[in-house]
């Protein structure tokens, strides 16, 4: 009993260390880490795009930094203006002295004096004094950078905001990706839907197989990448992105799934990442939403239910409970076996009448953990 629960422990702790080194995950993100480069000069020949994509936490300290800062300058600069005229309150000007700046008669006062200038607030109680040319000029200056410096931080923030990434967080994928037989065609299928309204202009549908390879020279290739082809019922680009769409590549004699069998498909160290690629019609930008399976996440002998019907007023209808659910279907137990060609593949060929499941049970895959011993 103890061997067979340490068993399952290594098999678990085997199925986590795949998960946690996938290259994209499941929300698009790549798993990966650039060492030795100099980050900061890269950085800096294109800060514009480096702003953009910080951090939100970071652009709102820049933000905050900033503008608190060049207060702080401007408020020396008055100062220092005040100083050299006698305005200041430790050098007790006469009752008759004619300041450069009404009510400035310390730092904090200059301070005050800065932030109403440079956010244009305008108390009415300080003010530069038009007799006075230096402080003018200051106030001048001020005027100017605060023109340059908020509408760059407004250009930041905008860009932020209207990054694409976000629109693409409207894209989902199904957790799971299945196959079954698809006119006449054994296929492995994914689901990805549109959540919002407005169409998808342009989309196309592609994907890598992602895996380590070996040449016959001894050489091993890490994150070889084999192209897998998606395609609808009509074709494969420029798909009509209004509804929720089922997207399949056929296992054919020349896609690298052939060689694999639904015992020997969780064996395999692959994975699938998915790429969507389309321009928003709303904003005509282009966008990329990913996602990727792993074997674990590949079900052989399942189908997708059915999601979109219509009402008897004569509307459309897409029901979004069934996104995630499967059915088991027939299906071959090899591609050998589903195109009838002899094989290494020795298992016995399961009838295309029959069912796995016996009781044809619906499953829902949302939120299911899966783990090696699916």
């Not at 692959?270 to 996440?297: A, C, H, K």
């Amino acid at each position: 009993m103890f061997e067979s629960y340490k068993r399952s422990l290594q098999d678990y702790l085997v199925g986590q260390k795949k998960r946690r080194t996938r290259l994209v995950t499941k929300d698009g993100r790549c798993n990966i880490e650039y060492g030795n480069i100099k980050y900061r000069k890269k950085y800096l020949s294109d800060f514009w795009t480096t702003l953009v994509e910080s951090r939100w936490r970071y652009v709102i300290l820049l933000f905050i930094a900033t503008h608190t800062l060049s207060w702080f300058f401007f408020a020396v600069m008055f100062y220092w203006v005040a100083y050299v005229n006698g305005d200041l309150y430790w050098q007790n000007p006469s009752p008759t002295h004619v300041p450069c700046s009404v009510n400035v008669f310390g730092l904090t006062s200059s301070y005050l004096l800065a932030m109403e200038t440079q956010t244009g607030t305008g108390y009415g109680i300080r003010a530069p004094n038009p007799f006075c040319p230096g402080a003018v000029t200051i106030e001048i200056i001020q005027v100017v950078i605060a023109v340059f410096l908020n509408a760059f931080m407004a250009a930041i923030i905008l860009a932020k905001i209207s990054l694409p990434k976000y629109r693409a967080k409207t894209i989902t994928f199904s957790e799971m990706a299945v196959i079954s037989p698809r006119n006449d065609s054994l296929c492995l299928s994914i689901r990805v839907a549109n959540m919002r309204k407005t169409l998808m202009i342009g989309s196309q549908i592609y994907g890598k197989l992602v895996k380590t390879t070996s040449t016959p020279d001894g050489e091993t290739i890490i994150l070889n990448q084999v192209n897998i082809d998606f395609m609808v019922d009509d074709g494969k680009d420029n798909l009509f992105f209004i509804c929720p769409l089922t997207l399949y590549h056929i296992i054919d004699k020349n896609s690298p799934f052939f060689e694999m069998a639904v015992d020997t498909l969780n064996n395999q160290d692959f994975e699938l990442v998915v790429f969507l690629d389309g321009t928003t019609e709303s904003t005509s930008s282009s966008l990329q939403v990913r996602t990727s399976y792993i074997p674990q996440e590949i079900m052989w002998g399942y189908d997708f239910l059915p999601i979109i019907s219509k009402s008897k007023e004569g509307k459309y209808k897409v029901d979004f409970s069934n996104f995630a659910k499967v059915v088991p279907v027939p299906c071959d137990h090899c591609s050998y076996c589903f195109h009838n060609i002899s094989g290494h593949h020795h298992h016995r060929r399961q009838s295309r009448n029959a069912y796995d499941n016996q009781g044809f049970e619906e499953i829902d895959m949302s939120g299911v953990s899966i783990t090696n011993g699916m």
